[in-house]
């Protein structure tokens, strides 16, 4: 009984709030209605006439005192409200408004969720901040003759900036040179290869090296008294010769792949070689850093070039082998291309067990993690996620944390929805990104915009929700709440990282709620009222009854069509009914 009479009450209440959500134009002319009717016994024409005989017989002083004192009390009122949004960034009287009439008219309470995510705030506040510019290599970058230079020939346009490249460029010195290389030919060639700006003189350069495959090296031994044996020795191929033709040299991705075999060959023979001698000294020591380097950056590579080719199970077979056998390499974050791959793959498991292991409070956040763990929350709750739905019963706990993960993503980069959504159009990402900023929003979108496409309802979801993340960080933005604050440069570095025909996303901004809006302009009004009616009252008078008739005339208009159409007797003939 007492369910039936809850289940009749919860019908009532919903009837009560779609009547006053679609039908309040029909109530507002009910009223007017009944007010007409009602002319005659409440007096309304009678008492208006008092209130303009009365309005007629007041100064100029008062409409002096009334302006000035509308004036400072709307002052006082955008004071308050420009305080409260600077210390918790939202309008005092919007908050009160929905907190209190929100509900009644069946609206969500969000007060769980924000305190949810303030403590959620409080427990990462002591999360050591990183260096605010700090530019990554992208772990998705593509192949720049198979995929950047394709690019170009078709449209013209560079897709690559030099300040890009140049970090590249850095980037091979780095992995692939060591202060040995004048002993080895080839790798002497590479060096002065990797620091070329012209493509084709770096091309030039590593056919050259991948020339020199041989050296005669006079060996003496002491087998008969001054006697001497000539011997030759095949120097083994050059891995990153075959490298820099992969990348720069493929036109295709299958020829790249054929490439970076043959220095698979190569690097895996002197990565052996240098791990025997490594504790040898120092100079051993950076060779096989260096050799190590090559062997991973190869393996990666080619695990890449079996992903695009469409062969997924393998690639992630070799990412799989490549994280077990140098998990210490955590500088090519290969997890991410392991994500991208068990996402095409749909094993959403193995997806979970890879977020459990790198989102992890110690280790740098990214978008691929922190969006990836949204599409997990979101998948769950999705499907069936209805706004209309949650905006009556609430939200359940699993939407309240597909919901919660998105905040969470979004805040950490807050530029990757609108090209989810596709509400800005996407570009080929560059070869380095900056994390929390449009660079890293397009190489994220650029690969997962598909898996987030293939679950049901995850982009409605996301498109619900996400701008509410702004209402929830403290202001200033640059405070944080959930990471660290976000970094004020990161426009400028997008700037150069990205091609200039490509319009830079920045930060998103609060804007002023509308009541301080509203406040200032009706402070500004009054003021400017009060001090014209003090100096010019006559002439003010003039204009307020000038303004007042063209204000009231099209109400007389319709009285007067309605008088004749109803008799005022209309009250006294119901009476007598």
């Given at each position: 009984?007492?369910?039936?009479?809850?289940?009749?009450?919860?019908?009532?209440?919903?009837?009560?709030?779609?009547?006053?959500?679609?039908?309040?134009?029909?109530?507002?002319?009910?009223?007017?209605?009944?007010?007409?009717?009602?002319?005659?016994?409440?007096?309304?024409?009678?008492?208006?006439?008092?209130v303009?005989?009365?309005?007629?017989?007041?100064?100029?002083?008062?409409?002096?005192?009334?302006?000035?004192?509308?004036?400072?009390?709307?002052?006082?009122?955008?004071?308050?409200?420009?305080?409260?949004?600077?210390?918790?960034?939202?309008?005092?009287?919007?908050?009160?408004?929905?907190?209190?009439?929100?509900?009644?008219?069946?609206?969500?309470?969000?007060?769980?969720?924000?305190?949810?995510?303030?403590?959620?705030?409080?427990?990462?506040?002591?999360r050591?901040?990183?260096?605010?510019?700090?530019?990554?290599?992208?772990?998705l970058?593509?192949?720049?003759?198979?995929?950047?230079?394709?690019?170009?020939?078709?449209?013209?346009?560079?897709?690559?900036?030099?300040?890009?490249?140049?970090?590249?460029?850095?980037?091979?010195?780095?992995?692939?040179?060591?202060?040995?290389?004048?002993?080895?030919?080839?790798?002497a060639?590479?060096?002065?290869?990797?620091?070329?700006?012209?493509?084709?003189?770096?091309?030039?350069?590593?056919?050259?090296?991948?020339?020199?495959?041989?050296?005669?090296?006079r060996?003496?031994?002491?087998?008969?008294?001054?006697?001497?044996?000539?011997?030759?020795?095949?120097?083994?191929?050059?891995?990153?010769?075959?490298?820099?033709?992969?990348?720069?040299?493929?036109?295709?991705?299958?020829?790249?792949?054929?490439?970076?075999?043959?220095?698979?060959?190569?690097?895996?023979?002197?990565?052996?070689?240098?791990?025997?001698?490594?504790?040898?000294?120092?100079?051993?020591?950076?060779?096989?850093?260096?050799?190590?380097?090559?062997?991973?950056?190869?393996?990666?590579?080619?695990?890449?070039?079996?992903?695009?080719?469409?062969?997924?199970?393998?690639?992630?077979?070799?990412?799989?082998?490549?994280?077990?056998?140098?998990?210490?390499?955590?500088?090519?974050?290969?997890?991410?291309?392991?994500?991208?791959?068990?996402?095409e793959?749909?094993?959403?498991?193995?997806?979970?067990?890879?977020?459990?292991?790198?989102?992890?409070?110690?280790?740098?956040?990214?978008?691929?993690?922190?969006?990836?763990?949204?599409?997990?929350?979101?998948?769950?709750?999705?499907?069936?996620f209805?706004?209309?739905?949650?905006?009556?019963?609430?939200?359940?706990?699993?939407?309240?944390?597909a919901?919660?993960?998105?905040?969470?993503?979004?805040?950490?980069?807050?530029?990757?929805?609108?090209?989810?959504?596709?509400?800005?159009?996407?570009?080929?990402p560059?070869?380095?990104?900056?994390?929390?900023?449009?660079?890293?929003?397009?190489?994220?979108?650029?690969?997962?915009?598909?898996?987030?496409?293939?679950?049901?309802?995850?982009?409605?979801?996301?498109?619900?929700?996400?701008?509410?993340?702004?209402?929830?960080?403290?202001?200033?933005?640059?405070?944080?709440?959930?990471?660290?604050p976000?970094?004020?440069?990161?426009?400028?570095a997008?700037?150069?990282?990205?091609?200039?025909?490509?319009?830079?996303?920045?930060?998103?901004?609060?804007?002023?709620?509308f009541?301080?809006?509203f406040?200032?302009?009706?402070?500004?009004?009054?003021?400017?009222?009060?001090?014209?009616?003090?100096?010019?009252?006559?002439?003010?008078?003039?204009?307020?009854?000038?303004?007042?008739?063209?204000?009231?005339?099209?109400?007389?208009?319709?009285?007067?069509?309605?008088?004749?159409?109803?008799?005022?007797?209309?009250?006294?003939?119901?009476?007598?009914?």
């Amino acid at each position: 009984m007492a369910e039936a009479a809850a289940g009749f009450l919860e019908q009532l209440k919903s009837c009560i709030v779609w009547s006053w959500t679609y039908l309040w134009t029909v109530w507002f002319f009910i009223v007017l209605f009944l007010v007409y009717i009602l002319r005659v016994p409440l007096r309304i024409n009678d008492n208006l006439s008092t209130v303009s005989m009365f309005l007629n017989t007041l100064t100029p002083k008062f409409y002096v005192a009334l302006t000035g004192t509308s004036s400072l009390i709307s002052g006082l009122i955008l004071i308050f409200e420009w305080w409260y949004f600077r210390k918790y960034g939202t309008s005092f009287i919007e908050q009160v408004s929905v907190s209190h009439l929100r509900p009644l008219l069946g609206g969500v309470d969000n007060n769980s969720s924000n305190n949810s995510n303030s403590s959620n705030g409080d427990s990462d506040s002591n999360r050591q901040s990183v260096s605010e510019c700090k530019v990554w290599r992208n772990p998705l970058n593509l192949f720049r003759g198979a995929e950047y230079n394709r690019y170009t020939w078709v449209t013209g346009r560079e897709p690559l900036t030099y300040y890009d490249m140049n970090l590249s460029a850095q980037d091979h010195q780095t992995f692939f040179t060591c202060d040995s290389d004048h002993l080895r030919p080839a790798d002497a060639i590479m060096q002065k290869a990797w620091r070329e700006r012209n493509p084709q003189a770096r091309i030039s350069a590593a056919h050259e090296a991948l020339e020199i495959n041989e050296i005669r090296s006079r060996v003496e031994v002491p087998l008969i008294a001054s006697s001497t044996i000539w011997e030759i020795k095949l120097l083994p191929k050059c891995a990153t010769a075959y490298i820099l033709l992969a990348e720069e040299e493929a036109t295709t991705i299958a020829e790249a792949e054929k490439l970076f075999k043959q220095a698979l060959k190569a690097g895996d023979g002197c990565y052996r070689r240098s791990q025997q001698l490594q504790h040898h000294g120092s100079q051993y020591e950076a060779q096989h850093r260096r050799d190590t380097n090559v062997l991973v950056y190869i393996k990666r590579r080619l695990a890449m070039c079996a992903r695009r080719l469409g062969r997924t199970r393998e690639a992630v077979k070799m990412m799989r082998d490549l994280m077990k056998e140098f998990p210490l390499l955590s500088m090519f974050n290969i997890h991410e291309n392991l994500l991208e791959a068990l996402l095409e793959l749909q094993a959403y498991a193995d997806v979970q067990a890879v977020l459990a292991k790198y989102d992890d409070i110690s280790l740098p956040k990214s978008a691929t993690i922190c969006y990836t763990a949204a599409l997990l929350k979101a998948r769950a709750v999705s499907d069936k996620f209805s706004p209309e739905a949650a905006s009556r019963r609430g939200l359940s706990t699993a939407e309240m944390n597909a919901v919660e993960a998105i905040h969470r993503a979004v805040e950490f980069n807050p530029h990757v929805p609108k090209y989810l959504l596709e509400m800005k159009s996407l570009i080929l990402p560059p070869e380095h990104i900056l994390k929390r900023g449009d660079s890293e929003a397009i190489a994220y979108a650029f690969f997962h915009l598909a898996h987030w496409k293939r679950v049901e309802g995850a982009l409605n979801l996301l498109h619900c929700t996400w701008e509410g993340t702004f209402r929830m960080i403290p202001y200033p933005l640059e405070k944080g709440h959930l990471f660290y604050p976000y970094p004020i440069c990161t426009e400028t570095a997008d700037r150069e990282l990205l091609p200039s025909f490509h319009e830079v996303s920045v930060y998103p901004k609060k804007e002023l709620p509308f009541f301080i809006l509203f406040t200032a302009g009706l402070c500004s009004f009054t003021a400017m009222l009060a001090l014209l009616t003090h100096q010019f009252p006559e002439l003010m008078g003039v204009f307020a009854k000038a303004f007042l008739s063209t204000l009231f005339a099209p109400l007389n208009f319709v009285m007067e069509k309605v008088e004749s159409i109803l008799p005022s007797s209309l009250w006294h003939q119901l009476t007598r009914i």
